[in-house]
């Protein structure tokens, strides 16, 4: 299973971006699907996830800002990010539990980065 992170890019304060992040391969199902992020000289936080059911969940810090939604039909999570700050400035993640013919686990994609900046 290969995950595929896109949509990352230069934003000034206050913009948005969508990242999208697409899982391929042999693939029975994907329950969630959750986005972490790393700022340069701190660790991986998570941001937040979806479950196969479309519930989704935030951390505080991004709650109200940040909208994830996903597609089954396309293997696809979305990162809907609006009223971006520099400080939201970082690597973003996606990693997705997936179950295969070889088992459940969970796949990471290789992060986009988004910066923020005017």
């Known amino acids: 299973v290969q995950l595929q992170a896109s949509g990352g890019g230069l934003v000034q304060p206050g913009g948005s971006l969508r990242l999208s992040c697409t899982a391929s391969g042999s693939i029975f199902s994907i329950n969630a699907m959750d986005w972490y992020r790393q700022a340069p000289g701190k660790q991986r936080e998570l941001l937040g996830g979806i479950s196969s059911g479309g519930r989704s969940s935030y951390v505080d810090s991004v709650k109200g800002r940040f909208t994830i939604t996903r597609d089954n039909a396309k293997n696809t999570g979305y990162l809907r990010m609006d009223s971006l700050k520099p400080e939201d400035t970082a690597v973003y993640y996606c990693?997705?539990?997936?179950?295969?013919?070889?088992?459940?686990?969970?796949?990471w994609g290789r992060g986009t980065q988004v910066t923020v900046s005017s």
């Open positions: 990693r997705f539990s997936v179950t295969t013919p070889k088992g459940a686990f969970a796949s």
